[in-house]
């Protein structure tokens, strides 16, 4: 298991697209973004940033209504949150854990291996 954000090892330019400016996580702690035809979320805790999918796997609910303690990003529907380092869904509830995404910063923007994130 990851203690921060997964970021890949390929350095193909071609496979990362710039989703949002470093500063726009300055204002807002979660941003909702669309990488290959699938809705990302860009999620802010603290100093780290993480990539995840925007809809809820338990019920699809939308994740960029919750909110982010502690690592944790809270669905505004159930109130079951998700880990942000490995994705793990919290205790008793009956769903896969939240999809991640490898993301890292470069020249002030924030990155996301398309490649990554493909239909399911």
Do not use: K
Not at 37 to 58: F, K, M, S
Not at 68 to 94: I, Y
């Amino acid at each position: 298991m990851s203690d921060g954000p997964i970021l890949a090892d390929d350095d193909n330019p071609a496979r990362w697209v710039a989703v949002c400016s470093r500063e726009r996580l300055t204002e807002q702690t979660i941003v909702c973004v669309n990488v290959a035809g699938l809705g990302v979320l860009i999620v802010q805790d603290g100093e780290t940033i993480y990539a995840c999918e925007r809809a809820c796997p338990h019920e699809q609910a939308d994740l960029s209504l919750g909110r982010v303690a502690d690592r944790r990003l809270h669905c505004p529907r159930h109130l079951a949150w998700f880990d942000l380092a490995d994705g793990s869904m919290s205790p008793g509830w009956p769903s896969r854990g939240l999809r991640r995404y490898p993301v890292r910063e470069s020249d002030a923007q924030i990155w996301v291996d398309a490649q990554a994130v493909v239909p399911t």
